[in-house]
């Protein structure tokens, strides 16, 4: 199905999850997605093997792509892969700085061939700096952003990761924006440039409010228990959890009502956001002591009647089972041929005339060589000579 990206083309250099996400955003808006994989492949290929050979990790961040192994350290490799980007509007990888430099395939190197081209780096640390050349994972981002600092409950609690990859999936979305600008940039001028993003960087913007507290005041923030007493959860009779977002005045009137004590309103410890969030502790109490009288859904009926944002605390398999997400196509079928029919995660937005799609499951190593190189020129003869040398394996 056609996508906003239609007709593009990248050539992906990345590997793990921070690139490899950012072109499976790529690839739903419709882009073609070449992926440049080193000999026995992308390490993300073996993470998370279940018994029968699926991994979750590879299938959700390399969905929908053409694979080609190609052994960069052989010259007529390198040359390949600048023939290649001839064929390309961007270039995407997540290297240790200076990599792609020392490979031959530096922004220098790719815009001689291209000059419209776009490339977008995507590292631990930023391209400068004391710290520009380390490496660095999920974790590293986490830990030097002070999100997982952000995290802990409390000065002297220990700090708390955030799960999924979070530092990686921030990350890829930030690449993925500035290579999207950068096109747009290069179709409006002519010219190509290279962007840097990093898991540093991307940290510190996700945190934005509490950075700029922080940076204001001095005070570092950390996470409690429940926000404040009115966005939070609360466990209803049936042991079932649902979340309630009492910001606006009207709707905490509406709640004091619903509750069935409208003198809270005026009670000098709940009057107002700032009372509440001081004497969180004695409304977090008296809210429980309130929730915990009725069913969940039987709750949440009421607090839609009064138009008071509420919502259960879903699983998975609440969320599988959720209309509204396949509705939106927030969830999604593809067909596989290995595993059958799956279902995977769908898009997150939603374009009137370009709708895009998931285009299909992650590519078999190498799958694509042949198919990819001919597009951009070489012959069979040729394609026989890279593999004859090693740079191509079989």
């Keep these: 199905m056609q996508g906003p990206l239609d007709g593009y083309r990248i050539l992906d250099f990345t590997r793990y999850q ?25 390490p993300g290929r073996g993470s998370d093997l279940s018994d029968d050979g699926f991994s979750r990790y590879f299938e959700a961040h390399d969905r929908g792509k053409r694979s080609i192994v190609l052994n960069l350290r052989d010259p007529s490799a390198v040359n390949a892969a600048l023939r290649m980007a001839e064929q390309c509007d961007a270039v995407i990888e997540n290297y240790r700085p200076g990599v ?22 995507a590292s631990a640390f930023g391209a400068t700096g004391p710290q520009a050349g380390e490496p660095g994972y999920d974790v ?8 997982m600092t952000l995290q802990a409950l409390g000065e002297a609690a220990e700090p708390r990761t955030l ?28 010219q190509g440039q290279h962007v840097d993003v990093s898991l540093l960087g991307s940290q510190l913007a996700l945190q934005s409010v509490y950075l700029t507290g922080f940076l204001k005041t001095g005070v570092q923030p950390h996470m409690t228990r429940r926000r404040m007493p009115t966005f939070t959860f609360y466990q209803a009779a049936d042991g079932r959890w649902l979340v309630i977002g009492v910001v606006d005045p009207r709707n905490w009137r509406a709640l004091c009502k619903l509750m069935g004590h409208p003198e809270w309103e ?10 509440r969030q001081k004497h969180t502790l004695d409304l977090e109490a008296l809210l429980e002591d309130c929730f915990i009288t009725a069913d969940r ?29 396949w509705a939106n196509g927030y969830l999604t079928e593809i067909p596989d041929p290995r595993f059958g029919t799956r279902r995977v995660t769908g898009l997150p937005w939603n374009f009137s005339a370009t709708p895009g799609a998931v285009q299909g499951r992650a590519p078999e190593l190498n799958a694509d060589a042949d198919s990819i190189l001919s597009e951009c020129g070489f012959s069979v003869e040729d394609i026989a000579t890279l593999r004859a040398s090693g740079a191509l394996p079989a």
């Design 163 to 190: 799960p999924g990859g979070f530092a990686d999936q921030v990350g890829a979305m930030q690449a993925c924006i500035g290579l999207l600008a950068a096109l747009i940039a290069a179709k409006d001028s002519g």
């Design 140 to 147: 590293i981002g986490q830990a030097t952003g002070g999100v």
């Design 100 to 121: 792609m430099d020392r490979l031959g395939l530096s922004y220098e190197a790719l815009s001689a061939r291209n000059p419209r081209i776009v490339m977008v780096s």
């Design 266 to 275: 005026s009670d000098e410890r709940f009057a107002t956001a700032p009372a």
């Design 18 to 42: 921070q690139g490899p996400y950012a072109t499976v955003m790529l690839s739903d808006m419709g882009a073609e997605i070449w992926k440049v994989e080193p000999p026995g492949g992308d």
């Design 297 to 325: 859904d039987e709750w949440l009926r009421r607090l839609r009647k009064a138009d008071i944002p509420a919502a259960p605390v879903n699983s998975y398999g609440d969320v599988e089972a959720s209309e509204q997400v």
